[in-house]
């Protein structure tokens, strides 16, 4: 526990391989064709290379630098697994000696027959989706698995002393949720006391495996927004690192605090904690004021940004290194969080622009510039004189480059006034809206994407390879936006969609036809589980040359009698699910991406598409961690979407979508956004958020997710339908939509039929129910 912290290091790296790997592998295992041994070599071998990449970049090999971040699925689901935290509904799957193995820890993360997952949900402020463990009184805390020691003493056969990555106790139980077991009242950090023993456990076995160092991640203290108050999570973290500094046997400890600044209680907290380092975020926290317990401990400055792909100002960050060294016994420099919310490298993406590529920084760019950061404290700062120099002309230059700024674009958005961000009343385009489209009570519909099949990804292959031509490519797309409308009416839905089949992901097509974007082919970043999304790169003002979706949508509709929906992207989820400019307001850029949408829904409503969604799942992400941030971002993030959206025509049924989120928090902001119809996801947590929704007095149409498509298995009919029960008994009949959670993209097709063949025969039995003539 004496050895000293490193000058540099990294929270975390990308898990799932720069090609990949992990995501083929894993999804082989599942399908059965690869087994569990060559699961574990294979994924051994990526970790191999990780360990050896990060040396190459220069962190050490042997000072705990490197950190051991690996994770089969979900950083929290680890976590819960090794102490033994999973739902009383797999304790058939243990090991004959309590352990958890693999074929648990998947099925309590993508569930199995009736089975339910853990329900999933978006990591603070992040497009990152972590599993919610459930907690309660019955949940025995025990050791349950050694993959973490056994990652530790595979590193060190191969030559390296790693710093294993947890997330630590108070984190963990705060994102927890009352299991259905639990009183009305529990809180799961009920448990913390119980649970620490585990922990205790758990850092004797790391420290047997040969960890020096082990980081626990412990986010839960910088946030303002979670169920439990920050003076609680305060009290919480002294008496768990009260305990597990006075453990005997433990590597030393680093309390990591990433994706904003702690809160003051947390700061004097872990400060005074017996604890010998702490990593602060300091790109999205300001260097705090000093506090008692610091003079022995090493602090981290979070200088490098974890969480986008510029090339960053690193003068500022140096300075920000020597505000911190002020406080404490010794400073490293590290980055602010882990680094697995960017790509792996720059340089597997040969096809951007080069003046582009010297301004930005992946995972491997910002390893680099740690170290030189780090070498720059160990050796003083004439030593990286030239590698400063080099990152600031590449900013300035950025900030100058022709294209950042657009006078036409800027020009559009200063001459706007309060109508621009008003529809009329609702009432008034809910009549127009009944009268044009005359559907039924509980309209059925999915939330927008099919199925994405392997002749579709290589259609689009040989297409973007030369080997189809455009004509032939779109003639292909032209036949499957066919099946797909043929599919919908053959089951009976009420309300259809063309399917997406043209998009590669539900922001990078909009980006690649809007301009001031850039998008990657190998720029991978972990979403959840096995899938990866290519956030695009938002460099420069906003503006849509052309028409974008108009031409598939009207081909769609020409198809069916019924209505299809044209289906659009919104500006904060574009915002969201991309790396965006850094160098002005984000509600700035989002009114410029609004305004593109505007200009797009006015050319679908006159190619006659009378419904359009205009998706925000990432509305809820955004919000900022601390309270006193939220207000502004609120106000800006709504103004975009009803800029976006308040020219449309009273007739013109507008839809959003939002999915993976604590609605209640946002709930008036919902109401806000004026949507005529509103889809949420519903179905992990069962329904929870039903109630919230008929609490707050939300007047306007309303579809609660009644399956979750983020899983293989197909729901009942009767699980459907008592779900979609609970929704009419809670809000009025002619509010309620039926729809998955999600869009169908990443399910198969026969799943995705049986499943929604059982969600229209559910719909029929509750329309049934209610006295609605089918």
């Not at 990657?520 to 790169?537: F, L």
Request: glycine share 8%; charged share 20%.
């Amino acid at each position: 526990m004496t050895t000293s912290f490193p000058t540099g290091t990294i929270l975390g790296y990308p898990r799932i391989g720069r090609a990949r790997e992990l995501k083929r592998a894993v999804e082989a295992h599942w399908a059965g064709a690869l087994g569990q041994a060559d699961l574990e070599a294979t994924t051994a071998g990526l970790r191999s290379a990780t360990r050896e990449r990060l040396a190459g970049l220069g962190l050490g090999r042997d000072d705990s630098s490197i950190p051991e971040s690996f994770s089969y699925y979900d950083q929290v689901l680890d976590a819960a697994v090794a102490v033994g935290a999973l739902p009383e509904r797999f304790a058939h799957l243990r090991d004959a000696d309590g352990s958890i193995g693999l074929a648990a820890y998947f099925t309590a993360a993508r569930g199995a027959g009736e089975l339910a997952p853990l329900e999933l949900t978006k990591w603070f402020d992040t497009n990152y989706h972590y599993l919610v463990p459930e907690i309660g009184p019955e949940t025995v805390f025990a050791l349950s698995t050694d993959r973490f020691a056994r990652q530790v003493a595979e590193a060190r056969a191969d030559g390296y002393v790693t710093r294993p990555v947890v997330v630590g106790p108070v984190t963990l139980l705060a994102l927890s949720k009352a299991s259905d077991a639990a009183p009305a009242g529990f809180s799961p950090l009920d448990r913390l006391d119980d649970l620490l023993p585990a922990y205790v456990e758990l850092l004797a076995s790391l420290r047997t495996a040969g960890a020096e160092w082990v980081q626990l991640d412990e986010p839960a203290l910088v946030s303002e927004s979670l169920p439990v108050d920050a003076a609680e999570l305060a009290a919480a973290a002294t008496r768990a690192y009260g305990v597990l500094g006075a453990a005997a046997d433990r590597p030393a400890i680093l309390v990591a605090a990433p994706y904003a600044q702690l809160t003051p209680a947390a700061w004097r907290a872990l400060a005074a904690a017996p604890v010998e380092a702490l990593s602060l975020d300091l790109t999205r926290g300001a260097v705090p004021a000093a506090a008692p317990g610091l003079a022995g401990k090493t602090l981290v400055g979070g200088v490098v940004d974890g969480r986008n792909i510029w090339r960053g100002d690193l003068e500022a960050a140096w300075a920000k290194l020597g505000e911190l060294a002020a406080l404490a016994g010794g400073v490293s420099v590290g980055t602010s969080t882990s680094l697995q919310h960017v790509p792996h490298d720059v340089a597997l993406d040969p096809e951007l622009d080069t003046r582009l590529v010297s301004w930005l920084a992946f995972a491997d760019q910002k390893v680099a510039q740690v170290a030189t950061l780090a070498r720059g404290l160990a050796e003083g700062r004439a030593a990286i004189d030239a590698d400063m120099a080099a990152a600031s002309l590449a900013l300035a230059d950025r900030l100058g480059a022709p294209g950042v700024r657009d006078g036409a674009v800027r020009g559009r958005a200063a001459q706007l006034g309060a109508a621009d961000f008003t529809r009329d009343d609702h009432e008034i385009r809910l009549a127009a809206q009944e009268a044009a489209l005359d559907l039924p009570v509980l309209p059925t519909t999915t939330i927008g994407s099919f199925p994405q099949t392997g002749d579709i990804r290589r259609f689009r292959a040989q297409h973007d390879r030369g080997e189809l031509s455009t004509a032939e490519y779109e003639e292909l797309l032209r036949l499957e936006i066919a099946a797909v409308v043929g599919l919908q009416e053959e089951l009976g839905l009420d309300v259809l969609v063309h399917g997406e089949p043209e998009r590669n992901d539900m922001v990078q097509y909009f980006a690649e036809n809007l301009g001031g974007f850039a998008v990657t082919r190998n720029g991978w970043v972990q979403s959840y589980g096995s899938r990866a999304t290519r956030p695009s790169i938002l460099w420069g003002d906003v503006s849509r040359p052309a028409p974008i979706t108009v031409t598939w949508s009207q081909f769609a509709q020409s198809l069916s009698d019924r209505p299809v929906k044209g289906m659009l992207t919104g500006p904060v989820t574009i915002l969201a699910w991309s790396f965006v400019r850094d160098d002005q307001p984000l509600g700035e850029t989002a009114n410029q991406v609004a305004l593109a949408l505007r200009d797009e829904i006015a050319d679908l409503e006159a190619a006659g598409i009378g419904i359009v969604q205009v998706d925000e799942p990432a509305l809820r992400e955004l919000l900022p961690l601390k309270q006193g941030d939220q207000p502004a971002y609120l106000e800006w993030s709504v103004d975009s979407f009803r800029l976006a959206t308040a020219g449309a025509q009273p007739e013109t049924q507008v839809h959003t979508h939002l999915c993976y989120s604590e609605f209640a928090v946002v709930i008036d902001a919902i109401a806000a956004l004026d949507a005529d119809v509103t889809s949420i996801e519903a179905a992990r947590s069962r329904g929870e958020v039903i109630s919230d929704i008929a609490t707050s007095g939300f007047t306007h149409g309303i579809g609660p997710g009644v399956y979750d498509i983020h899983s293989p298995r197909v729901p009942s009919v009767a699980e459907i339908a008592d779900l979609l029960r609970r929704a009419v008994d809670e809000l009025p009949l002619r509010q309620v939509w039926v729809n998955p959670d999600c869009g169908l993209k990443t399910r198969a097709y026969p799943e995705t039929v049986a499943s929604l063949q059982n969600l229209v025969e559910a719909t029929r039995l509750v329309r049934q129910g209610v006295g609605v003539a089918v």
